[in-house]
C-alpha cells in the first residue's frame, strides 16, 4: 500500500503539434524538448509535487494540494514563455483534476487518472484547464493575478460524462483559444454508453500505438470479450485526429451481405446517383477526406466487409478503418489486434489471508464491482465476500459479458450463491434487458453465434478439444481428435480456423492451444450431446498415459528439468485423465499405470495431497482387491506418499501390506523399493530396530540387484538412520557414495538430495564452509528444477548454517520461510532433518528470546521464494529484510 493521500490532484501535459515539429526540425526540436523536461520538473519539484513519468512529449504529475499543482503549471507556462531557440516555441497545453487513485508500482491508475488526461486532451497550446473538482480544491487561494473562467460543461473526449471545466486566466498566460476539443467538435455517429468503462488501460493504449502505423485495424476475440466497447472507446479517444469524423457501423442487426455499403452510406450521408452504384458514390466521398471507419460485428458479413474495407483503403488515402470481429478479415495490409479477457486473480490454495486491495485491482473484479454496485448499490467487496468474487471472476474467465450477466444477479443472490452455481452457468447467466441484441442476452447465445458460423469438421473439431483441461500441444489435438470421420492430415488447419474465428487461443510461443473455460464448458455439452464423449475422452487417456511414461524415467536423469515442464504444462491433463479412468474397466489398468508414472512428478513439484488422492481411489477400486501385483503398485504409491505427506501409521500399514504382497508373489523388485520408504517410516515411529532391519535389507538386495538408482537411494536412507542416531562419521560416507552414483547417473534431484544429507552432517562435525558449497550447490538444482523437496531441504539446511555462523535473526527467517512452504505443499519433515533442525536453531531461539524470534520467522514467511533461492545460492543465506 502506498502512504499517499486518498485524494490526489494529477496533471498531464502535452507539447501542440510535437509530430509536426519532430518530423521537420528533429533537431531544434531535441533540444527544445530537454529544455521543456528540466523547465517541467523543476516547476513540479518547486512546488512540492512529484513528477510520476514522462508520456510522449509531455508530464505526467502529483500533487497532495491543487493549490501546489495550480501555482506550478502557472510557473511551467511562464517559464516556456520566456524561452525559445533555433526559432522553436513549444506551445504546451496542461489538464487538471483532483480525485481518488490506486497507486502501483510508482504508478497511478483509475478513471481519474483517464479524466485529467482527457481534460488535457480538449485544450490547446498555452491552455490550461482544470475540473470542477480542482476549482472547488483552490477557491480563496488562486496564485495573485490569477482567475478562473468557466467554460461550462464538456463532453469529453472518453465517452464517460461531462465535466464543468473551468481555464486557468493570468497576465502572463494567452486568454483567447478556438473552442476546446470536444466529442461534439468532430463529426462522429458516437454514442454515450449508459454505463462506465473499466480498464483496458495496457490495450487502449496498444491499439492507438497500432493505428499510427496501420490503416486496418482489427479487433479480434470471442463474443462477449468486449471488442465493440474497446473499439468505441479508442476512437472516442481519436476524434480530434480525424477531421471528418469517426463513424461506427453496427453490424450485428444486418442480415444481407450485400447491405453493408448501404449501412455505411446510411451513417456518412452518403446519396446513391444515377447511374452510379451506392459503392462508387462511398469511394468518391472518401476520396479526399481524413476519417476514422469502426466497423463492429464483421464476423457473418466478413466477405462483404473485407471487400468494402479494401476498396475504401484504396480509394482514399486518409481513410483508417477499425473492425471488430470474431474471424480475421484477411485483407492484405490488414494488422490484427487480439482482444484479451480481463485480468482475473490467481487461483490459490485457499481464501486465507485474501487481500481485498489486491483484489480490487484485477480488471474483472473491478468490471464485476462496478456492475454489481449498479444493480445493488449497498453491495461492497469485503473479507466475507471476496473469495466468491475472486472465483466467479475466474470461472468466467474475465469475459466481460459473463461479468456483466453474473453481476445483474446480485439482486436476487449472493455472490456466494452465485459461485455455487457457476456450473451451471448456461442456464444462469441470462438476462431480461429487451434492449440488446438476442445473442447479448444468454451466455449461451453468446457462444451459439460463433458455433453456427464454424463448418461442419470445424464443429466436430471444436466439441472434441473439449477433453484437454488446461491445454494442448498440436501433436496432442492430432492424437486424440483425430478418426472417426476427422482426418489427422486437417487437424492442423482446422485448428488454426478455431484460433482466426477466437474460439481458441493459441499462445504467445506459438506451441500450445487453450480454450476459455466458459468456452469449453459450451464445447464439452456439445460433445455430449453427439455420444462421442467416452471415445474421444478415452484417446485422452490414453494419450497422457503414454506421454508420462515416457517421462518417468527421465525425471531422474540429466533431463528432468525439460520433462518437469513438459509435465507441469499437462497437469491438468492428467487430473483429467485419472478421473476418466475411474469409469474405464481395461485389463490393463491405465488409471493405476498413470498414477504410478506420475507419483515423482507430483513429490518434486510438492503436490501430495494430488498424488495421495489418486493412490487412495485407486485402492479403494473393487479390481483391486486382490492380492496382486495391480495392488502392491497402488498400496505402494499410497504409502510413500502417506508417509512424505507426515502420515505415519497410515504409511506403516500401506507399506507392510505391499510389502508382503511383494514376498507372496515372488516380485524381488518390489520388495527391495518398498523396504526404503517402510524403513523411513519405521524411523518416524521411533522404532529403530525395525528400521535398521528394513534399511540394511533394502541396500543388500539394491545392491545385489545392481539397481544403482535405488543403491544410492538406500544409501541415502541408511545414512539418514545414522544421522538420527548421531554418528555421523558413519553417515558421512555413504552420503558421499550416494553422491557419487548419482553423479555418475546424472541423477540432479538425487544429487541434491544427497548434498543436502551430506551438508547437514558437515554442520553437525563443525565443517562450516564445506556445507556452505553443498547447499548452493543443492539450493542450484532446486531452483533449476523446481523441486519442492529440495527447496525447502535447502532452506532449513541454510536455516542451520546461519544457526551455527551466529546469525540468529537469519536463522528464524530462514526456518519461517521453509515452514510456509511446508504448510502449503503439504510436505511433513523426515525425523533425522527434524533431529537436525531442531538441534541447530535452539542457540538461536535461546539467543533471540520468544517474540524476537517469532517477529524474524514472520519476516521470513513474508519473503517471495525467488529471493530465497538467489540468496541462498549467493551464498547470503537470506534475503535483505523488508
Not at 442487426?253 to 452510406?265: S, W
Amino acid at each position: 500500500m502506498s502512504d499517499e493521500p486518498a485524494t490526489a490532484t494529477f496533471l498531464f501535459t502535452d507539447i501542440e503539434g510535437s509530430t509536426r515539429l519532430w518530423e521537420r526540425e528533429p533537431g531544434p526540436m531535441q533540444r527544445a524538448l530537454a529544455r521543456h523536461d528540466a523547465i517541467s520538473r523543476e516547476a513540479v519539484s518547486a512546488h512540492r509535487g512529484r513528477l510520476v513519468k514522462t508520456t510522449g512529449d509531455g508530464i505526467h504529475a502529483v500533487f497532495d494540494d491543487p493549490a501546489d499543482a495550480l501555482q506550478a503549471v502557472l510557473a511551467l507556462q511562464r517559464a516556456l514563455a520566456g524561452t525559445e531557440a533555433d526559432g522553436l516555441a513549444l506551445k504546451v497545453r496542461c489538464g487538471l483534476h483532483r480525485g481518488p487513485a490506486e497507486r502501483r508500482d510508482g504508478d497511478y491508475y483509475g478513471p481519474v487518472l483517464n479524466r485529467a488526461a482527457r481534460i488535457m486532451a480538449a485544450a490547446h497550446g498555452g491552455q490550461v484547464l482544470l475540473s470542477q473538482a480542482v476549482a472547488d480544491g483552490v477557491a480563496g487561494r488562486l496564485p495573485a493575478g490569477a482567475a478562473l473562467l468557466d467554460l461550462g460543461e464538456l463532453r469529453l473526449r472518453d465517452l464517460d460524462g461531462a465535466e464543468r471545466v473551468h481555464q486557468l486566466q493570468h497576465p502572463a498566460l494567452r486568454a483567447q483559444f478556438p473552442p476546446l476539443r470536444a466529442l461534439a467538435a468532430t463529426p462522429t455517429n458516437l454514442t454515450q454508453p449508459l454505463n462506465s468503462f473499466v480498464g483496458r488501460e495496457r490495450e487502449q493504449a496498444e491499439i492507438r500505438a497500432l493505428l499510427s502505423r496501420t490503416r486496418l485495424l482489427t479487433l479480434l476475440g470471442m463474443g462477449g470479450i468486449g471488442k465493440s466497447r474497446l473499439s468505441l472507446q479508442v476512437a472516442a479517444t481519436l476524434l480530434g485526429d480525424y477531421p471528418d469524423g469517426v463513424w461506427l457501423v453496427e453490424l450485428a442487426p444486418l442480415g444481407d451481405a450485400r447491405r453493408v455499403p448501404h449501412a455505411l452510406a446510411s451513417v456518412l450521408g452518403v446519396k446513391e446517383d444515377a447511374g452510379r452504384s451506392i459503392t462508387d458514390a462511398l469511394l468518391a466521398w472518401v476520396h479526399d477526406r481524413r476519417l476514422l471507419i469502426v466497423l463492429d460485428n464483421c464476423e457473418h458479413l466478413r466477405g462483404a466487409c473485407a471487400a468494402l474495407a479494401k476498396q475504401l483503403l484504396l480509394a482514399g488515402p486518409g481513410v483508417q478503418v477499425l473492425a471488430s470481429s470474431r474471424d480475421v478479415l484477411q485483407v492484405a495490409g490488414e494488422t490484427v489486434y487480439p482482444v484479451p479477457a480481463l485480468s482475473v486473480p490467481e487461483t490459490g490454495r485457499g481464501h486465507a489471508g485474501l487481500d481485498v486491495d489486491a483484489l480490487a485491482r484485477h480488471e474483472a473484479v473491478r468490471l464485476f464491482l462496478d456492475r454489481a454496485g449498479a444493480v445493488q448499490p449497498a453491495f461492497r467487496l469485503d473479507a466475507g465476500n471476496a473469495a466468491a468474487v475472486a472465483e466467479i471472476c475466474r470461472a468466467l474467465d474475465g469475459i466481460p459479458l459473463a461479468l456483466e450477466l453474473a453481476a445483474a444477479r446480485t439482486r436476487a443472490l449472493s455472490v456466494q450463491a452465485i459461485a455455487a452455481r457457476l456450473a451451471d452457468r448456461f442456464r444462469l447467466l441470462v438476462s431480461g434487458d429487451e434492449t440488446v441484441l438476442p445473442r447479448q442476452r444468454t451466455l449461451r447465445a453468446l457462444i451459439d453465434w460463433s458455433f453456427e458460423l464454424l463448418s461442419g469438421p470445424e464443429r466436430l473439431l471444436f466439441r472434441r478439444l473439449s477433453v484437454f483441461a488446461g491445454g494442448w500441444t498440436l501433436a496432442a489435438a492430432e492424437a486424440v481428435t483425430a478418426g472417426d470421420g476427422l482426418d489427422p492430415l486437417d487437424v492442423v488447419t482446422l485448428l488454426s480456423n478455431l484460433v482466426d474465428k477466437s474460439l481458441v487461443i493459441m499462445a504467445p510461443a506459438g506451441t500450445r492451444y487453450r480454450m476459455l473455460e466458459t468456452v469449453r464448458a459450451y464445447a464439452a455439452e456439445q460433445l455430449a450431446d453427439s455420444g462421442e464423449d467416452p471415445a474421444v475422452r478415452l484417446r485422452h487417456l490414453r494419450h497422457h498415459l503414454e506421454l508420462a511414461e515416457t517421462a518417468r524415467p527421465q525425471l531422474a536423469g540429466p533431463e528432468q528439468g525439460h520433462w518437469l515442464a513438459q509435465l507441469d504444462a499437462e497437469r491438468d491433463n492428467f487430473l483429467a485423465a485419472h478421473r476418466f479412468s475411474e469409469q474405464v474397466d481395461d485389463s490393463d489398468a491405465p488409471g493405476l499405470r498413470l498414477m504410478h508414472a506420475l507419483r515423482p512428478y507430483w513429490i518434486n513439484r510438492g503436490e501430495l495431497s494430488l498424488g495421495l488422492e489418486t493412490a487412495l481411489a485407486l485402492l479403494a477400486r473393487p479390481r483391486l482387491a486382490a492380492r496382486d501385483a495391480a495392488r502392491c503398485m497402488a498400496l505402494f504409491g499410497a504409502g510413500q506418499l502417506s508417509f512424505l505427506a507426515g502420515r505415519h501409521p497410515e504409511a506403516q500399514r500401506h507399506l507392510e501390506e505391499c510389502l508382503a504382497i511383494a514376498r507372496e508373489t515372488g516380485n524381488d523388485a518390489i520388495v527391495a523399493r518398498v523396504l526404503q520408504p517402510l524403513g523411513m517410516t519405521c524411523l518416524a515411529l521411533r522404532d529403530e530396530a525395525a528400521a535398521a532391519r528394513h534399511l540394511d535389507e533394502a541396500l543388500q538386495r539394491a545392491q545385489g540387484q545392481g539397481d544403482e538408482r535405488e543403491w544410492a537411494s538406500a544409501l541415502n536412507a541408511r545414512a539418514m538412520l545414522h544421522r538420527l542416531q548421531g554418528r555421523h562419521e558413519l553417515a558421512e560416507p555413504l552420503c558421499r557414495q550416494a553422491v557419487a552414483i548419482c553423479r555418475r547417473l546424472g541423477d540432479q534431484e538425487n544429487i541434491g538430495v544427497g548434498l543436502l544429507s551430506l551438508a547437514m552432517v558437515s554442520l553437525s562435525l563443525g565443517r562450516h564452509e564445506a556445507a556452505q558449497g553443498m547447499l548452493r550447490e543443492a539450493a542450484g538444482i532446486a531452483q533449476q528444477t523446481g523441486s519442492q523437496p529440495l527447496l525447502l531441504g535447502a532452506l532449513e539446511v541454510a536455516a542451520g548454517l546461519a544457526a551455527a555462523l551466529g546469525r540468529w535473526a537469519d536463522a528464524a527467517a530462514c526456518y519461517g520461510a521453509a515452514q510456509a512452504q511446508r504448510r502449503e505443499a503439504g510436505l511433513g519433515r523426515d525425523p533425522a532433518d527434524e533431529a537436525f533442525v531442531d538441534g541447530a536453531l535452539q542457540a538461536a531461539r535461546q539467543a533471540l528470546g520468544a517474540d524476537e524470534w517469532t517477529a524474524h520467522e514472520a519476516r521470513g514467511r513474508r519473503q517471495p521464494l525467488h529471493e530465497w533461492l538467489q540468496a541462498i545460492g549467493s551464498g547470503s543465506g537470506a534475503p535483505a529484510a523488508d
